[in-house]
């Protein structure tokens, strides 16, 4: 079956760690994202790349890192910086078709700070 | 002031029922609208999308999109418990896309 993984699925982080998310895709996509959601609000952009060894800040990358070092790989970084690291990440991979950029999502991690 | 926004909700209906989900935008480079369902702890999936102005249908479902109006919204007749979910719109345009906060639906039986 071809899809985006992301592991774990649940993560607890104690205040002052950094911590690494885990997004793998099997559908040949270039494109990659890493989205945050916040109860009751809509998806942020933290980061994205369009090809291997690049990747561009999206609207909230502070506190955050990347690496695309493979085409199916993109870990997500929350570090110590990131002052309120509690959310759902959701990572994405896209294609082109009929002029729309479609974005697959994973299932998600959910990251609880204590 | 955001670029999109969403009504609120949260929405609860009988089955059956029809449902009307709406968003207002301001970007008027956005040229893609979409819908996205979420169910409870999962990630998003693309429901529909529409080019530009118009209406698309597909079972249940029905998209329109007013550009003039700045407004879109899905319809959703016949509501089945299993439409029970969160709703985002979103809409691509210059190069980026751009969420709704969603609206959680509950379908009562």
């Known amino acids: 079956d071809g899809g985006i993984t992301q592991s774990p699925k649940y993560l607890f982080r104690k205040e002052g760690q950094n911590v690494t998310l885990s997004c793998e895709q099997n559908l040949n996509h270039d494109a990659m994202y890493w989205y945050r959601q916040d109860p009751g609000q809509g998806l942020r952009l933290i980061y994205y790349?369009?090809?291997?060894?690049?990747?561009q800040k999206g609207d909230i990358a502070e506190g955050y890192s990347v690496s695309r070092e493979k085409k199916e790989s993109f870990p997500l970084t929350v570090t110590s910086a990131q002052k309120n690291p509690t959310a759902f990440y959701l990572c994405a991979s896209s294609i082109v078709r009929g002029g729309l950029n479609e974005q697959f999502f994973g299932p998600g991690t959910r990251l609880t700070v204590l | 002031q955001k670029e999109v926004e969403q009504d609120p909700g949260p929405l609860s209906v009988p089955e059956g029922a029809i449902v009307s989900l709406n968003c207002t935008y301001s970007n008027s480079a956005f040229q893609y609208f979409m819908w996205y369902r979420q169910y409870s702890r999962k990630g998003p999936e693309l429901l529909m999308y529409?080019?530009?102005?118009g209406n698309k249908e597909d079972g249940r479902f029905t998209a329109q999109v007013d550009k003039s109006s700045k407004y879109i919204s899905l319809f959703i007749r016949d509501s089945q418990p299993s439409d029970s979910a969160t709703y985002l719109c979103?809409?691509?345009?210059?190069?980026?896309?751009?969420f709704g906060d969603g609206t959680t639906l509950t379908v009562k039986p």
């Open positions: 979103a809409m691509e345009g210059a190069g980026k896309s751009t």
């Open positions: 790349s369009q090809i291997v060894n690049d990747f």
């Open positions: 529409t080019y530009s102005s």
